[in-house]
T-cell receptor, first 111, second 117 residues
Framework: LAKTTQPISMDSYEGQEVNITCSHNNIATNDYITWYQQFPSQGPRFIIQ???TKVTNEVASLFIPADRKSSTLSLPRVSLSDTAVYYCLVVSYSSASKIIFGSGTRLSIRP | ETGVTQTPRHLVMGMTNKKSLKCEQH?????MYWYKQSAKKPLELMFVYSLEERVENNSVPSRFSPECPNSSHLFLHLHTLQPEDSALYLC????????????????FGEGSRLTVL
């Protein structure tokens, strides 16, 4: 399983764009990059997943360079409700169901 | 509402008690998971069931005993727990790995907050 590294914490202000970068140097060909969001005392929630280039949905965008050794989750115009822990994971569809979460990035949004 | 329901939401038990946590999913998934999350720590994968067969057991103490009677239900039986077992226990479900519909996306319940006195 590819290990991921992301900042422990980040701060930003309402209305700003927030970019959280994750490194996954040992990503394998069959691996996908997946991001989750977790609020206090709740289970994590899937945000976005991608393999290469750019993926966008109603919540976020995910940028993946050609070498796939890193990825950036971009949250446009954040609000106070985006304060949460964000996890970057590398997931293989074909391997056993072993999805491991790291420490995540604790994002704090201020007024 | 994620389609994964955990009960009870809160549980307080003594070290000599026996209790069970229950998880039910209504998403048609065939893989279910137990994770433990202690205060300010990453989620720890405890058990994985795929097609009702246990495929992962991450060196969890025997005082935690999982049961998966069918693809929609998952239990975690607790006995003679220690205070350090106090944590948020999260259940999740997904399509089984390798299945054509598998996307690697987990759907989590809201968790059962366990306090061991």
């Amino acid at each position: 399983l590819a290990k991921t590294t992301q900042p422990i914490s980040m701060d930003s202000y309402e209305g700003q764009e927030v970019n959280i970068t994750c490194s996954h140097n040992n990503i394998a060909t069959n691996d996908y990059i997946t991001w989750y969001q977790q609020f206090p005392s709740q289970g994590p929630r899937f945000i976005i997943q991608g393999y290469k280039t750019k993926v966008t949905n109603e919540v976020a965008s995910l940028f993946i360079p050609a070498d796939r050794k890193s990825s950036t989750l971009s949250l446009p115009r954040v609000s106070l409700s985006d304060t949460a822990v964000y996890y970057c994971l590398v997931v293989s569809y074909s391997s056993a169901s072993k999805i491991i979460f790291g420490s995540g990035t604790r994002l704090s949004i201020r007024p | 509402e994620t389609g994964v329901t955990q009960t009870p939401r809160h549980l307080v038990m003594g070290m000599t008690n026996k209790k069970s946590l229950k998880c039910e999913q209504h998403l048609g998934h065939n893989a279910m998971y137990w994770y433990k999350q202690s205060a300010k720590k990453p989620l720890e994968l405890m058990f994985v069931y795929s097609l009702e067969e246990r495929v992962e057991n991450n060196s969890v103490p025997s005082r935690f005993s999982p049961e998966c009677p069918n693809s929609s239900h998952l239990f975690l039986h607790l006995h003679t727990l220690q205070p350090e077992d106090s944590a948020l226990y999260l259940c999740a479900s997904s399509h089984a790995a390798g299945a054509g519909t598998n996307t690697g996306e987990l759907f989590f319940g809201e968790g059962s907050r366990l306090t061991v006195l």
